[in-house]
């Protein structure tokens, strides 16, 4: 009688049911970091694999199509993960910027957002281009997964690409992201990340907001919200050139 009473209102309340079960995920994912890896291993990269791992089992127990959404208990996950508070949550980056850190990256930072949209974007496409896909569809999809996880799908949702691309071009982003998590706090010494200007550059450069944000965390967290800024303007930019140039570049180079 109690677990249906308690099923009852958490099914009622399922904003609020999403918040605990992210909560309970993220303190156990900072909880392993800090126990097992020392915090070499940042708590959102093992948040992302265990969010991985519950969306895979809620499809499989579910046998729908949406992981976890697809159980009613679970349903307010579905709105925490929209695309509503997900850019509410990459645009409150920005207010902790300080303007002047901002203007002193000028063109580095510019010039570090188009470069790194188009050397992930190629990565992407040579990597899918070597197993196999040779449609402009698939390889502006898959390349533009390798932009980030978002743009992936925007792209493949605009070109038409098939969900089997449009996963994939998601497994990149989040790939990407995790590296990008994992291996920063490592890499900062040798390339001097270690102020607000090469974090701007930094998040120009390598683009996912999620990986910037754990990985300069994991770093420092006051450089933080310096990355992630050229970070949200990487994936708009990678949203705006992926169903346009990049596509008509690729159907121009394979038809």
């Known amino acids: 009688m ?46 992302i694999l265990l969010g991985l791992v ?12 949406k992981g976890l959404v697809d159980i009613p208990l679970l349903s307010g996950i579905g709105i925490l993960g929209g695309a509503m508070l997900r850019d509410f949550a990459i645009i409150a980056t920005a207010f902790g910027v300080n ?7 000028g063109v580095s930072g510019v010039i570090a957002l188009v470069f790194g949209v188009f050397v992930s974007f190629f990565a992407g496409a ?54 990008v998590m994992v291996a920063t706090p490592f890499v900062a010494p040798l390339i001097g990340l270690n102020n607000p200007r090469s974090a701007v550059i930094f998040g120009g450069l ?6 910037v944000a754990a990985g300069l965390a994991a770093t420092d967290p006051k450089l933080v919200p310096y990355g992630c ?24 180079l394979f038809g």
């Open 229 to 252: 800024l050229t970070a949200a303007f990487y994936t708009a930019l990678g949203c705006l050139l992926g169903p346009s140039l990049l596509y008509f570049m690729m159907r121009g």
């Open 126 to 179: 040579a990597v899918a281009f070597a197993f196999g896909y040779t449609d402009a569809v698939s390889l502006t999809t898959i390349g533009t997964g390798a932009v980030t996880y978002i743009v992936g799908p925007v792209t493949g949702a605009a070109l038409g690409a098939s969900s089997e691309v449009m996963a994939l071009s998601i497994a990149a982003g989040l790939i990407k992201a995790m590296v």
């Open 54 to 65: 519950l969306s895979y089992v809620g499809g499989l127990y579910s046998g729908g199509q």
């Open 99 to 105: 303007p002047e850190e901002l203007k002193r990256a």
């Open 2 to 47: 109690i677990i249906e009473s308690l099923t009852k209102v958490l099914n009622g309340y399922g904003l609020i049911s999403g918040f605990a079960v992210i909560g309970a995920t993220m303190w156990l994912s900072y909880w392993l970091s800090a126990k097992f890896t020392r915090g070499r291993l940042h708590g959102s990269a093992i948040a």
């Open 206 to 211: 390598i683009g996912t907001s999620s990986g």
